[in-house]
């Protein structure tokens, strides 16, 4: 079993920056990263980053976001810069661990003037 905590949600402007974490109880093998749900919309990928440090992010945040992991603090975070009032969603962390998907909780991200 593996628990996943996620910090650093919150509410800030259109053109702010907020950085969530997500601590896992055990290390990670695999790959980590974030996902994202807006009300009414389906879960999105936002971005993903492996052991070996390899990311992938989805074409609308490109350029704004950076993933980055500590493997030695079991930690995932996600840099978002520019944010945009898009990109308001509850943002879930997620860990591939042994061939299961593990998930948080997920930390409210409001972008609003």
């Known amino acids: 079993q593996v628990q996943l905590v996620e910090s650093g949600g919150g509410l800030v402007q259109p053109g702010g920056s907020l950085r969530l974490s997500c601590a896992a109880s055990r290390t990670i093998f695999g790959a980590m990263g974030w996902y994202r749900q807006a009300p009414g919309q389906q879960r999105e990928l936002v971005a993903t980053?492996?052991?070996?440090?390899?990311?992938n992010y989805a074409d609308s945040v490109k350029g704004r976001f950076t993933v980055s992991r500590d493997n030695a603090k079991n930690t995932v975070y996600l840099r978002m810069n520019s944010l945009k009032p898009d990109d308001t969603a509850v943002y879930c962390c997620?860990?591939?661990?042994?061939?299961?998907?593990?998930w948080g909780q997920g930390t409210q991200v409001t972008v609003s003037s």
């Open positions: 997620t860990a591939h661990h042994f061939l299961v998907d593990y």
């Open positions: 980053i492996t052991s070996g440090g390899g990311t």
